[in-house]
Structure formats: C-alpha cells, structure tokens
C-alpha cells in the first residue's frame, strides 16, 4: 500500500498542470451561469475537472463513517481506503473520480485531460483497490456507503468500461474487484430490502437504483432483474406524491423526483405518462416553471445547507429526464423542461469552488447533468 509521503510525491508533479486548471477556475467563473442544461464546452469542463483535481488527494477535512473493529482500525482515510481518501468523504471522492473519468470521455484533447489521467492513474491501482476491497468486506461494513457511494462507484466503473480514450482499459481492469464486491453486495441486500428509502440524501434508494440500473443493463442482467423487480414493487402504485413538501432543509435529491426519474427507466413512455398523472397529479401542462421552486442556500460554507446547490443539478438532470421518458407530445414536458432550465441555471451558478462545503462535490453533479449521463449516454 502506498504511503503518504509517495501520495505527495506523485501529486507533487502535476502541481503545475493543476495549477493552470486551477486557474482556469477563476478565468471563467464569471461565465459559469451562462450554461444551460445540457450543454458543456472544454472550458466549463476543466473548470469542473480543476474542482475535482483539487480534492481527490486531499485528504483532510475528511468525514469518515467507520466501523472499528479493533484498535488496529484507528488508521488515518488513506490507509483505510486508499484509492478513495479524498474530497471529505468516500462517496464524493468516487464521484470526483468519476468525474474525471467522464471529462476525460467527453473532451480528450482538453489541457485537463492530462493530468486528470495522472490522477485516475496514481490513485486507481491495483494495490490500493485490493485495500478498498478488503475494507469493504470487513466484518460489520455491510452497509458502508450503501447505497448512494456503491451506485456511484458502479457509474465509475460503467465510464471506464465505455470509455474509449487510452488509458480506459487498464483503469477499468483496476478497478474490477472492488466492483465485482459492491456488486455482490448489492446482490445480497437487495433481496432482503422490504421497503424503499425515501429521504433527500445519501440513503435515498430511488437515485442510487437509478445509478445501479443504468450500470447493470450494459453489464449484469441478473442485478438489472432485481433491481427492476424492486423498482416496481416499492414504487408502481405510489400515488399523490407530496412535492409541495419538498424540499426538506438539507436535501440534495428530490424524493419525488428520483422515484419518476427511475420509473422512466423500468417504465415504456406511454405507461409512464399514465402512472405519472397519478403520481404528480398536480404537474402542470404550461411552459412555466412556477409549480416547483428552486431551493435556496442561505449560508454555502455549512456543508448541509448548501446541498440545495446540489438539489437544484440533481432536479434539473431528473426533470430532464422524466421530459424524455414521456411520449413526445405530452403536453406536461414543456413544465418539467421550463422547471429543468431554471433549476440548471441556479445550479450551476453555485458551483464556484469558493467553498470547500460545495467545492468538493457540486462539480461532480454539474458534470452528471451538462454531459446529460443519465439520459441514453
């Protein structure tokens, strides 16, 4: 396993690489509002890629959710979980890898690309993935960063196994244990889960089985079956959902949304339009955006507040989404559509990197929506 001090070594020669990414940060921020949602160019894109440069091995602040089986597992993040130590915690340091994984897809010849490669290379090893393997099976670690940073870290695996840019392959091959054992953990969960999850962060399962589904249709058809067969059972006669209540004051996922956003998933268009009058009766038919307000922080150096940022890119890409899964004259896309642009102009406007609370994450889901990954690519 590596130690600290070669951690520092390598990240020490692309200092310079991440200095100019850095400083792209500050060239275009300025510009960041103009983006709608669904598009993205070089620029905007090391500008997220910088954000995540930044924090992948950074590893305090860091908030760890750890089981201590021993006095020996008073370790610091870097040896418990090697390849993911960084960006305050193990799930948004999987989804800033993931993110570099997509930029790199999505711009190859971008200036970030290059050290953003080093990155993925330095820390995505097969050493320090057989030390994230071995604390994931530990004993009373059944439901570490279940579900939200296991679905993430299967969409890191699905980037690399899709990616055709150079150093794709082997990344992938890295990786393939710690995801065949998420995999076999969800594989022993799932069964056994008797009811959904239906809160606004990290445990919500609607968004993590929308993560999973997509991961497992190009990879394993029997976690697909299940979790298909669970998206129905807890959700296909859900009715009235109450999304005037939303959003509760630190949610970074709509309740309300994620369950449509996956049943556009399992659900043909025409099924889909039928369920959701009973799910949202209340969706408009009008090319407004009043029905459902952006949620606003109040304070974006407290952590939990400013997962509103978040909320707002999690809403746009769902809105997105559920617009795309419905027949194409139905009249109540142009109100998910108007709702998903304003969502997706106050979202990524937040994400600036001036705060560490939302610096370390947003970029990930300002990836997620402009490169529309949740919507047929």
Sequence with gaps: MPSQTSRSDTFGAMKPIVTIALLTVAITAPARAQHAAGTLDAATAGRFAALALACVQKEYPNKITHILNSPADVRPPHELTPAFYGCDDWHSSVHGHWMLARLIREFPNAPFATVAVAALKANLTPANIAGEVAYLNATGRESFER????????????????????????????????????????????????????????????????????????????????????????????????????????????????????????????????????????LPATNSDAWLPIGVVTDKTDGKLAHLDGLNLSRAWMLEGIAAGLPSGDPRRRALLAAAHTHAASGLAAVTGENYAGGHWLGSFATYLTTRRGIGK
């Excluded at 695996?157 to 150093?167: D, F, G, I, V, W």
């Excluded at 091959?173 to 069964?191: D, F, G, M, N, T």
């Excluded at 497992?216 to 959700?235: N, S, W």
């Design 147 to 282: 579900p939200y940073g296991l679905a993430w870290l299967l969409q890191l695996a699905a980037e690399l196994r899709e990616s055709q840019t150079p150093n794709a392959a082997a990344l992938s091959s890295a990786l393939k244990p710690l995801e065949a054992a998420v995999v076999a953990q969800l594989k022993a969960w799932l069964p056994k889960l008797a009811y959904p999850i239906r809160q606004g962060e990290h445990p919500q399962t609607a968004f993590a089985f929308g993560l999973i589904l997509d991961y497992a249709r190009g990879a394993d058809p029997a976690l697909t079956e299940i979790v298909v067969g669970k998206v129905r059972e807890f959700h296909l006669k859900d009715r009235d959902c109450p999304i005037d209540y939303e959003p509760s004051g630190q949610d970074f996922l709509s309740p309300c949304l994620a369950e449509a956003d996956v049943m556009r998933r399992v659900l043909p268009p025409n099924e889909l339009g039928a369920w959701l009058t009973t799910f949202l009766p209340r």
